[in-house]
């Protein structure tokens, strides 16, 4: 397979993302009344959504959930206790420009800053990537520190959104990993095989392939929220992941008003594991500024996670977690 397929799809379909809160609207035929809110929500937290994802939304329904994801709103402003602006110390683990060492064995790299797509709910919506290293030179003082440190056995690629990078920039950082012999996998954390499903092409498979062939292990980990976000493109994208023999796990967020019913994660589930994606975790909510409205108690997330365990195989029901500054782990919610 050659390593010069053109990869421009993608990069077209991104730059037909909708970022104009007026033209969204429009294009959902959506009262222009919300407009005011939602271009000063827009100002804290630009909005971004690219077609496909626009396409499975229902035109005329303020309550769509795909929709509720991505329009910015009025709630985005209130200041409320217990949130704040890092819910989750990243920066506190920073332990150079671009690496994250918050757990064990494990180095996270925030690869990119860009996303295909701006969740309102996003635990990094205030995250500084402004300060993180653009060129490849910057990166060097990256691959010394995991060089280094011979304790790492994983390398973990996250953004932002780390499949935003260029074929041929993703290609350097695989190959860096790959050479390192005391890491022996790498994950990608990437809500683009659901948002922009175009990015999953043979020039991308064909870089994770090589990653393998050099003997590191490759996961990705995708994040889809909702049934409706699972239609036919992503579904071819996830087969061509799943026929390279690239494992995949989902990970989702319990959000308000959009996927906290048990049938609606019951559906969920049953579509990723019918795809061979394994429902690896549900993500109580990152108490970040600006997303109160999308809380969910966590009782209520118990609830639904035994009611799961009701209707599904085992392997089939996410972990229910919260992630807590300084803790070394994920902190479960059930037994």
Request: aromatic share 6%; with cysteine.
């Amino acid at each position: 397979m050659s390593s010069t397929l053109p990869e421009t799809t993608w990069q077209q379909s991104l730059a037909q993302s909708i970022r104009d809160p007026r033209e969204l609207l429009a294009r959902l035929d959506l009262p222009e009344a919300l407009l005011p809110a939602a271009e000063k929500s827009a100002l804290l937290f630009p909005l971004m959504v690219p077609p496909s994802f626009l396409a499975r939304m229902e035109p005329g329904n303020l309550q769509d959930p795909l929709l509720r994801q991505v329009l910015p709103h009025l709630n985005e402003q209130e200041q409320v206790p217990g949130f704040r602006l890092d819910a989750v110390g990243d920066l506190q683990v920073r332990s150079t420009p671009g690496l994250l060492q918050k757990y064990q064995g494990r180095a996270l790299l925030i690869a990119s800053g860009a996303c295909a797509i701006h969740c309102r709910y996003c635990f990094r919506r205030h995250y500084p990537y402004g300060e993180e290293p653009r060129t490849l030179a910057e990166w060097e003082s990256v691959w010394q520190a995991l060089e280094q440190d011979k304790s790492l056995h994983e390398v973990i690629l996250s953004g932002g959104d780390p499949l935003m990078l260029t074929d041929a920039r993703l290609r350097v950082f695989c190959e860096r990993i790959a050479a390192l012999p005391h890491v022996k996998r790498l994950r990608i954390h990437s809500r683009l095989p659901v948002v922009l499903p175009d990015r999953i092409h043979p020039g991308l498979i064909e870089i994770l392939e090589q990653v393998k062939s050099a003997g590191t292990t490759v996961w990705m980990v995708i994040h889809a929220n909702h049934p409706r976000e699972i239609s036919g493109d992503v579904e071819q994208a996830i087969q061509q992941l799943m026929q390279s023999g690239i494992p995949a796990l989902n990970q989702a967020v319990l959000l308000k008003g959009i996927n906290d019913d048990v049938d609606t994660l019951e559906a969920l589930c049953e579509k990723l594991i019918n795809l061979g994606v394994m429902p690896y975790y549900l993500h109580q909510l990152d108490r970040v500024s600006g997303v109160a409205h999308f809380e969910v108690p966590e009782e209520q997330g118990r609830t639904l996670i035994r009611e799961l365990r009701t209707r599904l195989p085992g392997y089939a029901v996410p972990q229910y977690v919260r992630e807590i500054s300084g803790e070394p782990h994920k902190t479960p919610l059930t037994d």
